[in-house]
């Protein structure tokens, strides 16, 4: 699939984003979705994924609470509604996909590597 990342901006801390990632090309709904971040000079990082049906999802320490990740099927979409922004959450934030089978373990897919196709990343900002 391909992915389109959208939604980023400047906010001020305690702010809220919502970032969205439509795919094309291939079967949305058979992939497990994800967030990354990279920020300057620092490695990409998880940040949170959901399986195929949405029911289930798995989040970085530090945003949860914070962040939802959720799916829309007939869309084609996956979105990360981001509450609470704080400074360390800037970074580029970037979706990513993996075909799965149907029942997997969200808890198994947080690595870089274990996703296969990209977005291009959306810049999000937290300033003052």
């Known amino acids: 699939v391909q992915l389109q990342a959208s939604g980023g901006g400047l906010v001020q801390p305690g702010g809220s984003l919502r970032l969205s990632c439509t795919a094309s090309g291939g079967s949305f709904s058979r992939h497990l979705m994800g967030w990354f971040r990279q920020a300057p000079g620092k490695e990409r990082e998880f940040v949170a994924n959901i399986n195929r049906s949405g029911g289930s999802t798995y989040y970085k320490d530090s945003v949860k609470g914070r962040f939802t990740i959720s799916r829309d099927n007939d869309k084609n979409t996956v979105y990360l509604q981001m509450n609470s922004l704080r400074f360390e959450d800037a970074a580029i934030y970037y979706c990513?996909?993996?075909?799965?089978?149907?029942?997997?373990?969200?808890?198994?897919?947080?690595?870089?590597?274990?996703?296969?196709?990209w977005g291009q990343g959306t810049q999000v900002t937290v300033s003052s």
């Open positions: 990513a996909a993996r075909h799965t089978i149907l029942s997997v373990a969200v808890t198994d897919y947080y690595r870089v590597d274990d996703f296969r196709s």
